[in-house]
């Protein structure tokens, strides 16, 4: 079993629906990263996690530390919003820290 | 503009060779990462750097070399011992300490071995 699970692993999705992509994870973490990676390969980093919630613009982010468990929202989705959305979560390793990385979701907006 | 700027975009490698990819930062940031990323698997890490003229191995390091000679740079060589090179190579950049801060990551290169 792969240490950060995400869900679901593909997502098709109208303009404008509101769309819930989801990540568990297995070990202790300091926090977690939500990435975008678009169909050229660059990733952007959107949201880092260590508590509560974050928002930007139509996208929201969630972590719940006891659950083990976070959430990426967007709200009134857009075909521009298609990619690869990546949950990675950072843990002390070897006196410096660590990523491990979702599989990503792939979300397609269709207009 | 700062960013993480990776070259080529697309490398392809006869069977054999050695091959160097670029990894440049104009960020200042101390620590550097190069991850790889196969279809269907979340990125590896395969090298890290925290400072100038250190670096680690990472998750699979086997058939791979780094070298940091300078902070703006962490150029990486896919060896002829790599048994899979084919793939997918991500550069990324943090300020020191990882956890409190934002990851930056390049545009990749894609290398295919022929």
């Known amino acids: 079993k792969n240490e950060v699970e995400q869900s679901p692993q593909n997502l098709t999705a109208q303009e404008g629906e509101f769309i819930t992509i989801n990540c568990s994870y297995s070990v202790g973490i300091s926090a977690l990263h939500w990435l975008q990676q678009h169909p050229g390969g660059g990733i952007v980093s959107l949201f880092m996690l260590s508590s509560g919630k974050k928002k930007h613009g139509r996208l929201i982010a969630t972590i719940n530390i006891q659950e083990k468990h976070s959430s990426l929202h967007i709200t009134a989705s857009h075909p521009r919003d298609s990619a690869v959305y990546i949950c990675?979560?950072?843990?002390?390793?070897?006196?410096?820290?660590?990523?491990?990385f979702g599989t990503g979701t792939r979300l397609k907006v269709l207009a | 503009d700062g960013g993480i700027t990776q070259s080529p975009k697309y490398l392809f490698r006869k069977e054999g060779q050695n091959v160097t990819l670029s990894c440049e930062q104009n960020l200042n940031h101390d620590a550097m990462y190069w991850y790889r990323q196969d279809p269907g698997q979340g990125l590896r890490l395969i090298y890290y750097s925290q400072i100038v003229n250190d670096f680690q191995k990472g998750d699979i390091a086997e058939g791979y070399s780094v070298s940091r000679e300078k902070k703006e740079s962490f150029p990486l060589t896919v060896t002829s011992a790599q048994k899979n090179p084919t793939a997918f190579y991500l550069c990324a950049s943090q300020t020191g300490q990882g956890f409190r801060t934002e990851a930056f990551f390049g545009q990749g290169t894609r290398l295919t071995v022929v």
């Open positions: 990675a979560v950072c843990l002390p390793f070897s006196g410096t820290y660590k990523y491990i």
